[in-house]
């Protein structure tokens, strides 16, 4: 017995080859962002194919969405440890660099809005 839905894996190329024209038509600079999208939705390609979504494109989109809240968290924790070793450096030397000159980062250039 088969399964009545084709695989994830399957339909996530032939969702890439439907919408390929749309990426040869942006600008180059563009394209490589067009296609890092759908190295994305292959990212967990296994979950989705688990879930053997009656309708892949759902599942495609879900896949993208976590990889960017997974680098979304990424950036949020680097960020964080950029701040503390900000404190670090700005409490062991009063924000004064080597020279003697102040190095002040205003705080509203280190903000980042949480949801």
């Known amino acids: 017995m088969g399964r009545t839905n084709p695989t994830y894996r399957n339909a996530l190329r032939g969702l ?6 749309m990426g040869r038509a942006l600008r180059r600079e563009y394209q490589a962002d ?15 194919g688990y879930a053997n979504p009656p309708d892949p ?14 680098e979304l968290r990424k950036v949020r924790a680097e ?12 409490s062991g030397n009063d924000g004064a660099d080597s020279n003697g000159v102040e190095c002040e980062v205003p705080n509203s250039e280190l903000e980042v809005n949480e949801p």
């Open 16 to 21: 890439e080859r439907e919408w390929e024209p």
């Open 34 to 48: 067009f296609d890092r999208l759908f190295d994305r939705g292959r990212a967990f390609a296994d979950a989705a």
């Open 57 to 70: 494109e759902r599942a495609f989109f879900l896949s993208v969405l976590l990889a960017h809240e997974v």
């Open 79 to 90: 960020l964080e440890a950029t701040r503390e070793r900000l404190e670090v450096l700005e």
